[in-house]
């Protein structure tokens, strides 16, 4: 059984940068791909960021590219997901997922276990 436990959400205006961290309780965390979801109010889950277990793959949602960086740190059983420029439309509860695949997916139905969520708010 994976813990994950997410922190850094916040309020930010518009323009601002939030990193969030997920901390697993894992200690094979380096076989599992990791995964950033977000779910605005009346909205369903949608995927933001994969990155594989290696840390070398990445993939973005196209709402995000060029904003948004998904890292990990294997030795802290870790991942990050650095959010610059924010915009209001990015406000949401942030999920981390763990994947037991190498490379992750966007779909949520890949991912076994999840953490708890992190708020982010990001005014006008």
């Known amino acids: 059984q994976v813990q994950l436990v997410e922190s850094g959400g916040g309020l930010v205006q518009a323009g601002g940068s939030l990193r969030l961290t997920c901390v697993a309780s894992?200690?094979?965390?380096?076989?599992?791909?990791m995964g950033w979801f977000r779910q605005a109010p009346g909205k369903e889950r949608e995927f933001v960021a994969v990155?594989?277990?290696?840390?070398?793959?990445?993939y973005y949602a196209e709402s995000v590219k060029g904003r948004f960086t998904i890292s990990r740190d294997n030795g802290k059983n870790t991942v990050y997901l650095q959010m610059n420029s924010l915009k209001p439309e990015d406000t949401a509860v942030y999920y981390c997922?763990?994947?037991?695949?190498?490379?992750?997916?966007?779909?949520?139905?890949?991912?076994?276990?999840w953490g708890q969520g992190t708020q982010v708010t990001v005014s006008s």
């Open positions: 894992e200690r094979t965390f380096s076989r599992y791909a």
């Open positions: 997922a763990a994947a037991r695949d190498y490379s992750g997916s966007a779909y949520s139905t890949a991912y076994s276990y």
């Open positions: 990155i594989s277990w290696s840390g070398t793959g990445t």
